[in-house]
Nanobody
Framework: QVQLEESGGGLVQPGGSLRLSCAAS????????MAWYRQGPGKQRELVAG???????NYADSVKGRFTISRDNAKSTVFLQMNSLKPEDTAVYYC?????????WGQGTQVTVSS
C-alpha cells in the first residue's frame, strides 16, 4: 500500500513558477514509476509528466520545456517544477504511483494561473 500527499499548489500569475511535491509513504516506493496528472475544469484527467524508477522522464507536449519532473528516492518524494505558467495550466494536479498492476493516487492540489 502506498499513500501519496501532494503539496505546493496555489494561485500564481501568468509567467510565474510553482513547485509541486508528492510525498510517498509505504514500502518499496523507489521501484514505482511516478507521474503527475492534471484535470482542468470540464476536462478529462491528462498525463503531465512521468518518471521511471530509473529516472527516465516523459512529458506532455503542452508542458515540454516549461515543466521538469524529478524524484528523490531517499526522501520518497517526487517534484514537479513548473515555470512560465499559463492560464491553461489551471487544474487540479494529481500524483500517481504505479508498479505492475498497482496504481495509487493522491488527493490532488489546486493550481490556478490567473492575473
Amino acid at each position: 500500500q502506498v499513500q501519496l500527499e501532494e503539496s505546493g499548489g496555489g494561485l500564481v500569475q501568468p509567467g510565474g513558477s510553482l513547485r509541486l511535491s508528492c510525498a510517498a509513504s509505504g514500502s518499496g516506493v523507489s521501484i514505482y514509476a511516478m507521474a503527475w496528472y492534471r484535470q482542468g475544469p470540464g476536462k478529462q484527467r491528462e498525463l503531465v509528466a512521468g518518471i521511471t524508477s530509473g529516472g527516465r522522464t516523459n512529458y506532455a507536449d503542452s508542458v515540454k520545456g516549461r515543466f521538469t519532473i524529478s524524484r528523490d528516492n531517499a526522501k520518497s518524494t517526487v517534484f514537479l517544477q513548473m515555470n512560465s505558467l499559463k492560464p491553461e495550466d489551471t487544474a487540479v494536479y494529481y500524483c500517481n504511483a504505479k508498479f505492475l498492476s498497482q496504481s495509487y493516487w493522491g488527493q490532488g492540489t489546486q493550481v490556478t494561473v490567473s492575473s
